[in-house]
């Protein structure tokens, strides 16, 4: 419903797909607990959702899921595409929550997702052309470490990381820098969370950042811990297109949090995690792809320039 101004609430940015949620372990081709938090982008006129299924014993692997609507119809692989080398202390308890992006510099996708290491979570990075075959370039940063994504492209020469360490028990976003994809350094923080806010115990990236010529598009979860546990809702951030560490607007309130039974009811209530976005320019289309309750995959679209817009008006941040 639009308010008095005659513009939509915030919350009315997005629309759930009736047909949620798109994905579910009954669905799969081999038997998991739950398929949720899926990285996603567009290949061969294709939306390919690189999907975090957790087996029967708690540990989880990367599927991929095909769709030429990104709706319906998915082709899902007939055995894990990603699966973790237990056996390795990278990678011992299994592979997390991916994102995903084009590399315009090695014309690869970049496919960053969080390895449950011996020494906790850490982020790992992989790239790949097609989904079939993988290079493993290892984990980025020192555990507990989770939330990353690169950008697309280098910034005065170095490429950039958005991702979620935990210091002093708090977790904030942070932005690094690499010359290489190796070594990484010039480590700001980015984005805090907020006391008294409904992002105020935890924040982390959501989905890829989406460029716009504002800036980019940043998607986030915030975590506000209750009596009746977590709710993870999910916020926007806009950074400057030039120089991603300056924060230039955030918004004050959630834009999308758990209000569906699918959402509200399943291993983890009362938890939207967007963890891939497809864009379709033509139509404005954004098509938010997203974990719900740790169980399901499901979608939600949102117009793009209605979200510019409303960023747009959204409170500057004071750096
Ligand atoms: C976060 C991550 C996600 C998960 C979410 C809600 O910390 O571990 O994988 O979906 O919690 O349980």
Redesign the pocket.
Known sequence: MPNNSGKKAPQELFTRHKGNPILTPEMWPYPVNAV??PGAIKLNNETLLLVRIEDMRGFSHLTVARSSDGISNWQIDSEPTLEADHNSREERWGL??PRIIWLEDQKQFAITYTSFSEGGPVVSLAITKNFKTFARLGGLLPPED?DACLFPRRFRGRFALIHRPIVRGEAHIWISFSPDLKHWGDHRLLIRSRHAYWDCHRVGLACQPVETEHGWLLFYHGVRNTTGGAI?RMGIALLDLDEPWRVLRRSDEWVFGPRELYELVGD?GG?V?PTGVTITKETDQLNFYY?AA?CTVCVATASLSEITEYILACPRTEQ
Do not use: C, S
């Open positions: 949720f938090n997390e929550d989770k993870y983890v938890v995690f974990g740790d």
